[in-house]
């Protein structure tokens, strides 16, 4: 998560950025000692759920409104591979991932025929599909009850400790996250977020718009797919709550209570709605709908640029001497809550 | 042909709610281009509205359909005053993530308050069947489908056959030009929020007799409903109508001939229509 920090800090003395690099990664190393170590694992696979989510709004400009169809029916599908196959738990995730990726191009194809609020409708719709297929197609999927049992299996190794599998399972986030930020920083990443501010001179410029949208949204669901497939192995089960609508939802949250755009601000924002529902469930407070719906009112209405979009503002106000931000930079543009001025998903108004 | 007959019959009484439904989410966004997630969480609170009232104030179904409806017109607009105009300024999507907190935190309430099994509503007006020649038909489902029909088409001469129509109108589409001619739009939009979830509290009462009543009602229908406003074109009211009838009863043929594809034909239908005419049935193709 500090690999954002370290570019936004691109300018300053080197070891600043390896510092927080390093302080990232060792945070990353001890959460299983400070955490319940099953709800450390759990905010590594929601918090590479929201970074891909990210990727598609707050780098593309596409609010998806459907990505529990990507990371449900992953956490389906690798819930079947490791249920039947016997294979590592990594072929497992791995194939859940390929399957998001394959659901997601026709989506995908169909959905970025609109923009706006109409991508959102049209990938909920989807969405909702997967989940009516999920509950009828029982024999596969076992409808209401789920996949039940889903083995964390690793020749060589017993992973049935969740504080090791959190280990086992720290390396696919890493390498998802690092694909994620290597996308956003390429020459690909450049010409969706220049999709997302102006798309018709883009394509003037001879890019067709709609192949780079629907080759991010599959990215991203493949991403989202990772998390899922390592979410279902961490809890044995995959359900319909993976591919319900407020699982979309809740990945939405996540991602705007961290920031819009700021990539790391997503885990941070995963952490603590996670942390933040197993503190109530630990209270004996069950309404989880209530306090998503109620940080989406709160966060939209006072609270736009998130977490993260906070903190580099402030960072920013203290350190008035620091290099102006790279133009392509584009944690911040989308972020300006309340402007006008700017691009991206804050200001398009119409 | 009889069974044919029924089930189309069948279709068009579902139809009848999406076409309500849609109906207030078109005229909403028309006027304010912002999608209400809550539309469903809405329904359901009229359709406990009319439970409420029966089991806690004995008010019977006439005059549920009267308060309810009233009421939440008011609810609407106190929430339009005190949240959804903040963001009208931004990118409708941030209107559409505030609605969608908005239904979380509806649905959840009312099942903590009630819990989520269904609420039975036995003050249906009439019960009984009429004959409709080839079969006969329950009552109630005919009279929904008829107060569906007359609705629609009364909101439909509101606005193309009076002055508050043309006004509401033309702020829809030439909002400045509507402005420069001394005309107050903004007046409009509250009240017109209003309107449209009066419309959905109506359809929710409506629903309350033959329907399951519980927390998670809305939230089914909506996104049907959504998939019908994307085959529609969500900026025509009239798309917006026609569609909701036409997929009701296309829906239930589906129930009839491959019950398999019972839940998901709405959405291959919209993937259909996506594929041919991305801009929906009746919509006209806009970068929104």
């Keep these: 998560m ?30 299983p000692w400070v955490l319940y170590p099953p709800v450390a694992t759990d905010i590594l696979c929601w918090g590479l759920f929201a970074v891909a989510f990210d990727l598609l709004l707050g780098h593309a400009g596409l609010l998806s409104f459907g990505h529990a169809a990507f990371w449900g029916g992953s956490a389906y599908v690798t819930g079947l591979i490791a249920l039947h196959s016997g294979l590592p738990f990594y072929a497992a995730v791995l194939g859940g991932a390929v399957a998001a990726a394959l659901l997601a191009l026709p989506i995908g194809y169909l959905a970025v025929r609109r923009s706006g609020i109409y991508f959102a409708m049209i990938t909920l719709a989807f969405a909702q599909m997967v989940y009516f297929v999920a509950n009828q197609w029982s024999a596969v999927t076992g409808g209401e009850n789920g996949l039940q049992g889903i083995p964390r299996t690793l020749p ?95 990945v939405v949250v996540m991602t705007v209570l961290g920031g819009i755009g700021t990539l790391w601000g997503s885990l941070v924002g995963a952490a603590a709605i996670v942390r933040l529902e197993d503190w109530l469930s630990t209270a004996g407070f069950e309404q989880t709908d209530l306090v998503t719906g109620g940080v989406f009112i709160v966060v939209v209405l006072l609270f736009r640029q998130g977490l993260w979009g906070t903190a580099t503002h402030l960072l920013r106000l203290r350190a008035p001497s620091a290099p102006p931000e790279e133009p392509e930079a584009d944690a911040e543009s989308p972020a300006h809550a309340g402007g006008g001025g700017g691009r991206g998903f804050t200001a398009r108004a119409k | 042909m009889t069974s044919f007959l029924q089930q189309l019959f069948n279709g068009l009484v579902s139809g009848s709610f999406y076409a309500l439904l849609a109906l207030g989410l078109a005229v909403i966004f028309g006027m304010l281009r912002v ?122 001469l509101l606005l193309t056959r009076t002055r508050i129509g043309t006004v509401v109108r033309a702020s829809t589409e030439r909002p400045e030009l509507t402005r420069a001619f001394g005309i107050d739009t903004r007046r409009w939009v509250t009240p017109v929020f209003g309107f449209g979830v009066a419309l959905a509290g109506l359809a929710g009462v409506l629903a309350a007799p033959m329907r399951a009543v519980n927390s998670d009602m809305g939230a089914d229908l909506i996104i049907t409903v959504f998939a019908v406003v994307v085959i529609g074109g969500l900026g025509s009211v009239f798309g917006s109508v026609v569609a909701g009838f036409a997929i009701g009863m296309i829906q239930a043929l589906g129930n009839l001939y491959v019950p398999v594809l019972s839940q998901t034909s709405v959405y291959l239908l919209m993937a259909v229509v996506l594929l041919v005419r991305p801009a929906g049935l009746f919509g006209k193709e806009e970068h929104a």
């Design chain 1, 2 to 31: 500090i690999l954002a920090l370290v570019h936004r800090l691109a300018g300053r003395p080197a070891w600043i950025r390896w510092g927080l690099l390093a302080a990232g990664l060792f945070l990353a190393a001890v959460l």
């Design chain 1, 156 to 250: 060589g190794a017993d992973l049935s400790d969740a504080f090791t599998f959190y280990y086992a399972a720290l390396p696919v986030v890493l390498l998802g996250l690092a694909a994620a930020h290597r996308i956003v920083r390429s020459p690909f990443g450049r010409v969706t977020a220049a999709i997302r501010d102006n798309p018709d001179r883009v394509r003037a410029l001879g890019y067709s718009a709609d192949r780079y949208k629907l080759t991010v949204f599959t990215a991203s669901a493949f991403l989202s797919g990772l998390a899922g497939g390592l979410f279902a192995v961490n809890h044995g089960f995959a359900s319909l709550q993976e591919v319900d609508w407020t699982t979309s939802g809740k």
């Design chain 2, 35 to 156: 999608v209400n997630f809550a539309h469903g969480a809405l329904y359901m609170l009229g359709a406990f509205g009319a439970v409420v009232l029966g089991d806690d104030a004995g008010l019977g179904f006439w005059w549920a359909l009267l308060l309810v409806p009233a009421a939440l017109a008011v609810a609407g607009m106190a929430m339009e005053r005190l949240l959804v105009q903040r963001l009208t300024a931004l990118d409708p999507l941030y209107n559409f993530l505030l609605t969608f907190g908005i239904a979380l935190v509806c649905q959840d309430l009312l099942r903590m308050k009630y819990g989520s099994h269904s609420r039975p509503y036995d003050r249906a007006p009439f019960g009984g069947t009429v004959d409709l020649g080839l079969f006969d038909y329950p009552r109630y489902q005919v009279f929904v489908l008829a107060v569906s029909v007359v609705v629609c088409v009364a909101v439909w």
